[in-house]
């Protein structure tokens, strides 16, 4: 198995430009799930998808931010522009089921806009 | 909305000594509270989980306690060692929602 897949693990990039984060999440689960952490704010939880379809997205913190999942073994995460404040480190977690599985998290995006 | 308060911050113990941290949640339909440890610049991964219908679990030094009239939940390291030195954090799954919110992390240092 292996596991939940992040790319790139590493971005810096300058103020106004366009960030798209990928996840490859583990087969056979279900559900995707998006979380953006910081030291100020700990772990929260952006947008989460059950079927490809997203379920809850009112952790999205604005217009800036979309995802997308287009079939059951990739999604994005895009930010367009980019802003300081949005740097972080970004996980992408996947469960097989949506209400009682256990989440298995990437190794997570570190996102540098300058 | 759902909100998980966690304590303490932080949290330094010496070498053998035990470790408690506790946390407390609102959505009274949260039904799974999943504990993860992360150590510096990795991923957060599960040690522990327990589910609304019982209301303690136990693996080896670690074990979970639930109350949850009181809306409560702790995380007790027994025989603490260096290599738990991490970040924990707690979750509450909601029911209703599917949505897991996490408590904002007890960094625990264990010295020797």
């Known amino acids: 198995d292996a596991g939940v897949i992040q790319s790139p693990r590493h971005e810096v990039t300058e103020m106004g430009q366009e960030v798209t984060l990928r996840c490859k999440p583990i087969?056979?689960?279900?559900?995707l799930f998006w979380y953006r952490q910081t030291m100020m704010r700990g772990l929260e939880l952006l947008i989460y998808?059950?079927?490809?379809?997203?379920?809850?997205d009112s952790g999205m913190p604005e217009d800036r931010f979309s995802a997308k999942m287009p079939n059951a073994s990739f999604s994005t995460l895009k930010i367009q522009p980019s802003e300081p404040r949005d740097s972080a480190v970004y996980f992408c977690?996947?469960?097989?089921?949506?209400?009682?599985?256990?989440?298995?998290f990437g190794e997570g995006s570190r996102l540098t806009v300058l | 909305g759902e909100n998980v308060e966690q304590h303490p911050s932080t949290l330094s113990v010496q070498e053998g000594d035990s470790a408690v941290i506790k946390c407390t949640y609102s959505?009274?339909?949260?039904?799974?509270f999943p504990w993860y440890k992360q150590e510096l610049g990795k991923r957060p991964q599960l040690i522990i989980d327990?589910?609304?219908?019982?209301g303690e679990k136990k693996d080896q030094r670690i074990a979970v306690t639930l109350n949850k009239t009181a809306k409560h939940f702790s995380l007790h390291i027994t025989e603490t060692q260096p290599e738990d030195s991490a970040v924990y954090f707690c979750?509450?799954?909601?029911?209703?929602?599917?949505?897991?919110?996490f408590g904002q992390g007890t960094t625990l240092q264990v010295k020797p």
């Open positions: 977690a996947s469960s097989r089921q949506p209400f009682t599985g256990e989440l298995f």
């Open positions: 087969s056979g689960h279900n559900s």
């Open positions: 998808f059950n079927n490809n379809v997203p379920i809850d």
């Open positions: 959505d009274s339909a949260s039904n799974y």
């Open positions: 327990i589910r609304s219908n019982v």
């Open positions: 979750a509450a799954l909601s029911g209703n929602t599917g949505k897991l919110i």
